[in-house]
C-alpha cells in the first residue's frame, strides 16, 4: 500500500525579509511622528502616509522592491503594486490591537521597527478552515509521533516574532491582531497597504480594471 499526501489548496505564503540599514535613523524619525489613541488599543500615527515622507523615502523603495520580487515569485506575475497608505503604531504594556483585516487593498505588510525579546508577536489566522465544524483531538498527552509536516495548513494561527527590522508581508483578507503587551517597551510597526497598478487585468477575459476617467 503506497500512500499519498498531496496539499491542495492553501493561503499565500508569508513574506519576510530584513531590512539591513540604520533601524536606530527609522526609529528616530518614526518617532518624531505624533500618535493618538485608538479606541484604547494602541495608538496610530496621525500621519496615515508615513512612508512618503522624504527621510524614508529609501526605505519606501526597499519595500517596494520586496513587493515586487513577492507578486513574482508567489503570483508569477510581473505587474506593479504600489503602496498605498502607510502608517505606524506603537504598542505599550497592557495594550493591544484586535483581529481584524485590511479592505480595499490587495498586500498587506508591517516593518517591526523597535521591539524586545518579550514584545507581542504578529499573530495571523486561518481564514481558509472552513468554520462549519471544529473537532480538536488532541489529548494532551507526551507523544513519539513525528513533527507534523502539515502543521502550517491545518493551523489555526501563525505567529510572527517582532524582530526589529524584519519587514512582512501578506494577503490582505487575513484576519491578523496583536495580542495583549506584558513588556515594559514599547512596540513600535510601520504598516502598509497596497493595491495594482492601474491598468490592470485583460479586456478579453473581462476582467480589467482601469480608469476611463
Known amino acids: 500500500m503506497f500512500d499519498q499526501y498531496i496539499n491542495m489548496f492553501s493561503p499565500p505564503p508569508l513574506g519576510v525579509t530584513q531590512f539591513t540599514g540604520d533601524i536606530k535613523y527609522i526609529q528616530k524619525i518614526v518617532k518624531e511622528n505624533q500618535f493618538e489613541s485608538n479606541g484604547g488599543w494602541n495608538s496610530i500615527s496621525n500621519d496615515k502616509w508615513i512612508l512618503d515622507v522624504p527621510e524614508l523615502i529609501d526605505?519606501?523603495?526597499?519595500?517596494?522592491n520586496f513587493i515586487r520580487r513577492y507578486v513574482l515569485k508567489?503570483?508569477?506575475?510581473?505587474?506593479?503594486?504600489?503602496?498605498?497608505q502607510s502608517w505606524s503604531t506603537v504598542t505599550n504594556?497592557?495594550?493591544?490591537?484586535?483581529?481584524?483585516f485590511h479592505p480595499n487593498s490587495y498586500l498587506s505588510g508591517v516593518m517591526f521597527v523597535k521591539?524586545?525579546?518579550d514584545s507581542s508577536p504578529l499573530l495571523l489566522h486561518n481564514n481558509i478552515k472552513l468554520p462549519s465544524i471544529s473537532l480538536d483531538l488532541y489529548d494532551g498527552k507526551e507523544s513519539n509521533i513525528p513533527p507534523n509536516e502539515f502543521a502550517s495548513v491545518t493551523a489555526s494561527t501563525f505567529s510572527v516574532a517582532p524582530t526589529e527590522?524584519?519587514?512582512?508581508?501578506?494577503?490582505s483578507l487575513t484576519?491578523?491582531?496583536v495580542c495583549k503587551s506584558r513588556s515594559k517597551d514599547e512596540r513600535i510597526i510601520i504598516a502598509f497597504n497596497t493595491f495594482p497598478r492601474l491598468p490592470f487585468g485583460c479586456e478579453r477575459e473581462t476582467n480589467l480594471v482601469v480608469s476611463r476617467i
Open 59 to 64: 526605505l519606501k523603495n526597499i519595500i517596494n
Open 74 to 84: 508567489v503570483f508569477g506575475i510581473d505587474h506593479s503594486v504600489d503602496i498605498t
Open 93 to 100: 504594556n497592557g495594550e493591544e490591537h484586535p483581529v481584524h
Open 115 to 117: 521591539s524586545s525579546d
Open 165 to 171: 527590522g524584519s519587514i512582512v508581508l501578506f494577503p
Open 175 to 177: 484576519p491578523h491582531g
